[in-house]
């Protein structure tokens, strides 16, 4: 439960012998103070302490708020030698003159997928030689098939070898979302908690599993089964990483821009829907505009915005106290879709069939018009994703939403977009006719174009 919410429920107790403490700390020394009374000296934590008395005895609940301060930082040529950002870009300027002034080498533990190794893995070394960096390089095959807790021992192991120290001395994980997932489940689990950043190298990471707090791993057949909420100190954009990724790699993180795109920002949707199949050609790398310095090109402009919505999203919910979450449209039915035909679609199309579903079930509960679900669906064919698949069947789509009914405290909270850039959450299970009818209409007009 949220902070403010303890407080709130804890304070309108109907219990008369309950009494509110703060915490002050003198020379070192934490003790209780009546909330009454004035704090004359010392630090005051934001923390609080209830105690009440009844006649069964002596109760005290204690409500600490925790604050996660991040940083996500769009940057270029981050592995040039002359750039600051991989080393300090996680601290403030006063913090950054401390760390320069200490005489002890720069340690850093790094982890990359095997496949940006092969692509970036010398020019990541020379950038540590050139920098007089103490570091380790752990290559690993970061696949969804091998997403599991033993990969995250096997970092632990090394990082336990190498040596760290846990404030000053970050872990980095560069590579795509499954990499960053790892990575920070194992630094979340290391000493309790060992600060890390993030280096997303595919389109996919770049505008979804880097800017957030989750970390997991599969387990029990199930998708991310396994994990946590630990934000990274820092998360670093590049897009020049994407000059190396295959097509298909730009349009499976194109579907999490389009799902920012139709929950939030219309001005995103007409961009892409325009301009989607430049911005796959050209692989988003920022062309030199004319004119005046505040002026965006469609690609820096795109991922921008669906930066700023997620986090708009993400920042006020990061523990996901609140289940009522936009992000998660294109995440009902798309987990086990994944894992049930895994290897054969990539995250992002198995979200964007998903999405593609959900738009006939809303246009089949008359929240959108047949010219805007037929505008959504040729936007999605632009940006080269898939919109049907024949292993998403009308029983794993229900088992899907009963399953997700289980697990969000009797509530199946569904986003569902009321037009092209806005959105509703909807708490009612969808009925069975409606589900059939939008199932039948999905599957009559959109199984001709094949599966990916």
């Known amino acids: 439960m949220a902070g403010r919410d303890s407080w709130n429920m804890i304070s309108n107790s109907s219990c008369s012998q309950q009494t509110k403490f703060n915490l002050v700390q003198v020379k070192g020394t934490w003790t209780r103070q009546v909330e009454q009374r004035q704090v004359e000296e010392g630090r005051l934590s934001d923390a609080k302490i209830y105690e009440n008395k009844s006649e069964q005895g002596v109760s005290w609940t204690v409500v600490s708020p925790i604050v996660f301060t991040y940083r996500v930082i769009q940057c270029k040529n981050i592995l040039d030698p002359s750039n600051d950002t991989l080393l300090w870009g996680h601290i403030g300027d006063e913090a950054l003159k401390g760390a320069l002034s200490n005489s002890k080498p720069v340690k850093r533990f790094v982890v990359i997928d095997e496949t940006v190794s092969e692509l970036y893995g010398s020019q990541l070394t020379r950038y540590f030689e050139a920098r007089d960096v103490v570091c380790k390089i752990l290559p690993l095959p970061t696949t969804e098939e091998n997403k599991c807790m033993e990969l995250v021992t096997k970092i632990l192991e090394e990082v336990h070898q190498f040596g760290l120290d846990r404030r000053s001395e970050p872990i980095i994980a560069i590579g795509g979302g499954m990499c960053l997932d790892v990575v920070g489940l194992a630094a979340s689990l290391y000493r309790r908690r060992t600060p890390y950043i993030r280096v997303p190298t595919t389109f996919l990471a770049y505008i979804d599993a880097s800017v957030g707090a989750k970390t997991g791993v599969n387990f029990a057949g199930g998708k991310n089964k396994l994990g946590s ?14 000059r190396t990724l295959p097509p298909r790699q730009i349009s499976n993180g194109m579907a999490e821009m389009l799902k920012m795109a139709l929950m939030k920002h219309r001005g995103l949707f007409e961009l892409l829907e325009s301009e989607g199949s430049m911005l796959l050609n050209t692989k988003l790398q920022s062309c030199e505009t004319s004119g005046s310095s505040e002026s965006e090109d469609s690609a820096t402009a795109s991922m921008r915005i669906a930066i700023e919505t997620m986090l708009e999203e993400l920042a006020p919910n990061l523990w996901e106290d609140d289940l009522d979450r936009l992000v998660d449209f294109g995440h009902l039915v798309s987990p086990e879709l994944e894992m049930r035909v895994l290897p054969a679609l990539l995250h992002g199309e198995a979200v964007n069939i998903d999405m593609s579903f959900m738009v006939y079930v809303a246009h089949q509960r008359g929240l959108l018009t047949a010219d805007e679900k ?36 009797g509530s199946l909270r569904m986003p569902l977009p009321t037009g092209l850039g806005s959105a509703e959450i909807f708490h009612d299970m969808i009925e069975d006719d409606i589900l059939c009818k939008a199932y039948k209409t999905w599957t009559d007009e959109l199984s001709s174009t094949g599966n990916k």
């Open 229 to 242: 909420y630990v934000p990274p100190m820092a998360t670093f954009l590049d897009c020049s990483f994407f």
């Open 374 to 409: 037929n505008r959504i669906i040729r936007c999605m064919l632009g940006l080269g994703l898939p919109v049907w698949h024949q292993d998403c069947t009308l029983a794993l789509v229900q088992k899907s939403l009963k399953e997700r009914l289980k697990h969000s405290a």
